[in-house]
């Protein structure tokens, strides 16, 4: 099937993308991230003062991880379609996941480290 209506099965940047998200090299860089974030969420709590440089780490990397894994999730749902393919982004439990707490890291971004207890 198409993906967002726009690109074919043939479409060179889904080939492209298919090829590489399949990669082992990719698939643990991602997961390396996933673990590297998990970490660095485990240092956030109330106690890093507003104003520390703790603190703009950790609120900068979030928004940093979150525009990592947000242009996972659509280079997934492009190359792979949101629903129709057998493989396609919905189909896979993980994906699901992923696409959650995608979702959800978007919409806490407006409200900074206040938001974080929803996504922990």
Known sequence: GTSFYLFGPQ???RQRLRDLL???TVEMGMICLAVVNCIFMTLDDYHV????FLRDFLDTSDRIFTAIFTLEMVAK???FTVWEAPNAYAKSSWNLLDGFIVLTSLLSLPFGSDAKVVRS
């Open 49 to 52: 003062a507003p104003d520390s």
């Open 22 to 24: 399949v990669t082992k």
């Open 77 to 79: 749902m492009l190359a």
């Open 11 to 13: 479409n060179r940047l």
